[in-house]
């Protein structure tokens, strides 16, 4: 019965680690409603600053402001890659990470900057690793993305490098996120504008800028240098905060489904082994039978 007794083990050990897979699932559900209820509250608001820069940028000329300059392609680039802090979410730091790997190998002169501890295994592709950022993916706030904002506006105001790419995923639903790749700095003209955020929905092209906005529908008071000013620094901040808020809600769902598979996986395990277990016990009460009938019939022999 040392069989039984292992296979009784194994169903015990199996049910405890499925107890886990289905707290955590329901953790990450939580959190996911609550990721996914922020991630699109703000997707408006950063749709509509990405379009008052851009219409500003094309009134006044892509040379008008530091940021909104073409890129530099003479000076290294800067790769921000956004991954969790924490692992059991399936394939999300794995998409995030092969993107970073791929843009690093296209791009020689790349130096990162990584946010999350998960993101620090690109230390395995590059030895450029200029500073990591953690502990702000989980629960993201406006606040906690301004240290990472002003690292990357100095390294790209000081001109160290002609342009900053930023390496997210990009929540679709519950069951689908993609990584992107998009272009943070300098995020001005034609081909800034559109690198920036041509993986969201709903933004309007610079063509269209120039179709709807016409010489009278633009007003720029006290003057259009010190409103670009002002309001570039906050248009770069919110377009990062709602990086880390898509990646945010994209981290628990990838989560949520990862364990919700793993509890359904641990259930199938667990079922295969009861049978094996009942298959097992049935055919000791058989050959007890048929030991006992067999002493019988010699007794009465």
Do not use: C, W
Request: glycine share 6%; hydrophobic share 40%.
């Amino acid at each position: 019965m040392a069989g039984s007794r292992f296979i009784r083990a194994r169903i015990k050990s199996v049910k405890n680690t499925r107890k886990i897979t289905k707290a955590v699932e329901l953790v990450a559900a939580s959190k996911m409603r609550r990721a996914i209820s922020a991630a699109q509250q703000s997707r408006a608001y950063a749709r509509l600053a990405d379009e008052m820069v851009r219409a500003v940028a094309l009134r006044k000329g892509s040379g008008f402001h530091p940021y909104l300059r073409e890129v530099d392609t003479t000076k290294p680039r800067l790769l921000l890659v956004i991954a969790s802090d924490r692992g059991l979410a399936g394939s999300f730091n794995a998409n995030v990470l092969k993107l970073a790997v791929t843009a690093i190998k296209k791009e020689k002169e790349t130096d990162v900057v990584t946010v999350g501890k998960r993101a620090d295994s690109v230390r395995k592709t590059t030895t450029r690793l200029v500073a990591s950022f953690t502990g702000i993916t989980d629960t993201p706030r406006l606040l906690e993305a301004k240290p990472l904002l002003e690292f990357v506006t100095k390294e790209f105001s000081e001109g160290k490098y002609g342009a900053v790419d930023l390496i997210y995923t990009e929540f679709k639903s519950a069951l689908f996120q993609q990584a992107t790749v998009t272009q943070l700095l300098p995020m001005g003209g034609a081909q800034g504008a559109q690198a920036v955020q041509g993986s969201q929905r709903g933004r309007m092209s610079p063509e269209e800028h120039k179709e709807t906005l016409g010489e009278g529908d633009l007003v720029i008071e006290p003057s259009p240098r010190v409103v670009i000013d002002r309001l570039l620094p906050q248009v770069l901040q919110v377009h990062l905060y709602q990086a880390l808020l898509e990646s945010s809600a994209s981290e628990h769902a990838a989560r949520m489904m990862a364990m919700r598979s793993a509890s359904d996986a641990a259930k199938d395990m667990i079922d295969d082994l009861t049978m094996s277990f009942n298959q097992m016990r049935q055919a000791g009460i058989t050959r007890e039978i048929a030991e006992i009938s067999g002493g019988k019939a010699a007794l009465e022999g």
